[in-house]
C-alpha cells in the first residue's frame, strides 16, 4: 500500500514539474515572438489639449512590425493625454492604412473618447485594427 502511495505521489509531482516546464517554454515562446518595432518616420501628428494622432511611415510594415510599431509610439505618449489615435502607413501618401491604434489613458478616458471600446486589464491601453489590405 504504502508502495502504491509513493509511486502516485513521485507521478503526480513528475507531471507537475512537466506542466511547469511546458508553462516557462510558451512563456518564453511570447517573448521571442514580439518583433523589435521597426524604424519609421513621424508624419501628420496633431495634438490637442488631451488628445492627438500621428501618422507612422514604415515603408515595408507588415502587421507584425506595424503592431510593434504603435506600442513602441505609444511608450512617448505624454501624461497629458487621455486619447490617442496611431496609424502606421507604408508611405506619407498612403490613404489605406496597415493597422491603427487607439490609445486610451485610463478606463474613464476609454468611456468619454471611444464610448468604452477600448477595454484594458492595465492601463493605458490600445485597441488594435489591422485590416492590411494590400498585405
Known sequence: MRTRTTTAAL????LLLTLTACGED?????????PKPPAYTVANK???KKTGSVD???PDA??????AAIQDYAK???GQFLNYGITVVRSDADKVYVCMGEWAKDQQASDIYTGGR?????????????PDPKG
Open 26 to 34: 510558451d512563456q518564453k515562446a511570447k517573448n521571442v515572438d514580439t
Open 62 to 67: 507588415t502587421v507584425d512590425t506595424a503592431k
Open 118 to 130: 477600448i477595454k484594458g486589464d492595465t492601463w493605458p491601453a490600445i485597441l488594435m485594427n489591422c
Open 46 to 48: 496633431d495634438e490637442k
Open 11 to 14: 507521478i503526480t509531482a513528475g
Open 56 to 58: 507612422l511611415v514604415v
Open 76 to 78: 512617448s505618449i505624454g
